[in-house]
């Protein structure tokens, strides 16, 4: 398929969901994005689809230096901001991702940037986020307190706030990843992405529900942090007074409003999953693909696993959105097969 | 930089080393080779490059459905055949990537193909060169028995032998990784190589040498399969009575004459590496890089950890050739530190 920014017709016909996203801003995006973080894979893997009994399609957005997709957000962020005469430095709160991201596309664009994470963010993420130039402030609390601190810091000193999900920049940025989908297949039954704040759910299903309107999109949260995925069902916002799963990347309890709004124009289902479901994704994964995902990543095919006849026969994407996880946790979780049905069933299928 | 095939000049300039290989063909192979494997990921890995005091760029070509850059050379001699009148079927020896790569651009040409491997080849690969539509014989004895019963299936059934690294093709769709790297980096210091039968050594090696000639170009193999090595080294054939390495992808015990001439004529330097240091370089690639690799992708990684200063302060690559290992394994081999002098010193730097 030609890629369809040369389809000027598909575009103009394309009808858009009613979002704070924009196509033509994501056509946009794109060209704002370096190669490091485009055009990233997208190939079958029989061998995981024969399992599961569908065509299952990878996109893989770890191959690249912050292991996540999450640079193409910032980059889009951050060339905006290198444009822009009066600010010359950005703040996020981050578990991790963002923050890597966002010191990268920083420093790439000699923006100063600095980044709040709580003190029990994943040590492996931290280090690479001051090995990449990030300045980094720690606080008590989850990643909410740290999105306190982050807007106090915007506040104080004249810096870009980059809220994930609530800038723009970081959901039409995630949303190029639609893109090059719809590009490189010509069917799309199903696409499967991972839910935190919501940018990679609503950036990559506004694409899909502008230019391939029949694809189902799913978005995914941990049983153990569902506030999002509460609040699309109730259709307003519901928080959670804790959030308790291994993907620490999606684990929010205050969504925001806006992002819902967006949310519940292009999701078509939001189911919630077991943490035992993540670790057998995280096992299949290693198994049948030969890769190592962060928890998050391993949502959709969780999600799967929960509900195989969903799928069965169709051709389902499943985005996987961050390899940034510890050896130890990684071989720990992998290997727990103690507790889950799921699991436990694998040897014999 | 340009697309080197977009530079007539460069290209009509390049003085060829003297191989069986052509640059002008290895550009024409890029058009065969289906876009699944080409232009993949090549980005740098500023973690592990500090730990290793150089700059570090991953070369990925596992990011596809056979999970290793073999792709590149079946595509091209699929290619070829399918455009020829007599044959329709092909045949080859493997330990498991080849097999699973020809099953593959066979099936896509509808053209029927036969892999020969040893019984104790990795079952992971075998079982998938199956799912992909690949008969699969097995044979007692190591990857030369099956080299030789190869032979004999290609002379009794009009079968073409894709002989690895003997055959063109496989060369000259390997080189096309290095056409990759010209184009996307302005200087490479050295470029780090699996070295088995030679296909990979030789096809990117030409490329280097007509494009980059300052580029030293680096062949690593194990100790415990250094056939190809010694060849090098004594500038004819050397041949050994066992292979002994977990790196099953390198494995051979008895090079090829032909290859041994275009290895001479491109190969810099040929060290041979412990196992221990290919344990480590793989638990590296998992920690910093967030990568699964089989043993022979990790030789790169390794070489420089047994020989630090050679490659300090230099922008160096190392393609990561394959992710075809079993779960079990790589989790024994990433995690046994005991016999390793290496690895003990890992948690000090």
Known sequence: MQPVSESPAAFREARQPDTRLDLGRIFEA???????FR?????????????????????????????????????????RLARSADQRAAVCASAGNLGQALAYSG?????????????????????????????VELVEGDIEEARKRAREIAAS?????????????????????????????????????????GALATGVGHVFKCL???????????????????????RSIVTTD???TIADGVAGRFPIAAVLQDLLAVA?????????????????????????????????????????????????VTVICGSNVLPEAFCRWTQDQSRSAIASSEGSR
């Not at 029989?46 to 193409?72: M, Q």
Request: aromatic share 2%; glycine share 12%.
């Open 30 to 36: 794109r060209k704002q994005i370096s190669r490091m």
């Open 39 to 79: 055009d990233t894979p997208q190939f079958g893997c029989p061998s995981l689809g024969d399992l599961l009994g569908c065509e299952l399609v990878i996109k893989l957005e770890t191959a690249n230096p912050i292991r996540c997709f999450k640079g193409r957000g910032t980059e889009v962020a951050m060339s």
């Open 107 to 135: 420093r790439e664009r000699s923006i100063g940037v600095t980044v709040v994470a709580a003190k029990s963010a994943n040590a492996a993420k931290i280090d690479r986020i001051r090995g990449l130039g990030g300045a």
């Open 157 to 197: 000193g004249n810096a870009l706030l980059v809220e994930d999900s609530e800038n723009l920049d970081t959901c039409e940025g995630a949303g190029t990843i639609g893109l090059e989908l719809v590009e490189g297949f010509g069917r799309i039954d199903t696409i499967l992405l991972a839910l935190g704040g």
């Open 212 to 234: 391939s309107p029949a694809t189902e999109v799913v978005c995914i949260q941990p049983s153990g942090a569902p506030a999002m995925a509460l609040s699309w069902r109730a």
């Open 242 to 244: 804790r959030a308790d």
């Open 268 to 316: 078509n289902h939001v189911p919630l999953v077991e943490e035992a479901s993540i670790k057998a994704g995280m096992r299949l994964l290693l198994r049948h693909a030969g890769l190592v995902v962060e928890p998050s990543a391993a949502l959709g095919v969780a999600a799967m696993l929960e509900d195989l006849s969903r799928y069965r026969g169709k051709r389902v």
